[in-house]
């Protein structure tokens, strides 16, 4: 089966860089978006950032300018550089896929989650 393996998560400053990394895993046939979200508490899961099997790419717009998703392909893994973070970013990341695997196309996968708390 199909499993998303996350990483790079943990404590950071006010003003500080983190990357996160999620490699998506099993008998992949094609990946089509990949994507990550956050969940804060008490909120709602929102889309952080999103990336197409040809680059293109969404932000929410309090991320805009501050975080970079990318993806390289030939290791199924999709990025998020996350500079200048603030205090509200702090969430649980979590690593979306949407992709054909077998015996089942064109389903979405999740990750298990990461922290990323931003304190001083």
């Known amino acids: 089966q199909v499993q998303l393996v996350e990483s790079g998560g943990g404590l950071v400053q006010p003003g500080g860089s983190l990357r996160l990394s999620c490699a998506a895993s099993?008998?992949?046939?094609?990946?089509?978006?990949m994507g990550w979200y956050r969940q804060a508490p008490g909120k709602q899961r929102e889309l952080v950032a999103a990336i197409s099997s040809g680059g293109s790419t969404n932000y929410a717009d309090s991320v805009k300018g501050r975080f970079t998703i990318s993806r390289d392909n030939a290791k199924n893994t999709v990025y998020l550089q996350m500079n200048s973070l603030k205090p509200e970013d702090t969430a649980v990341y979590y690593c979306n896929a949407d992709l054909s695997s077998w015996p089942t196309p064109n389903y979405d996968y999740w990750g298990q989650g990461t922290q990323v708390t931003v304190s001083s």
């Open positions: 099993g008998s992949i046939f094609s990946i089509n978006a």
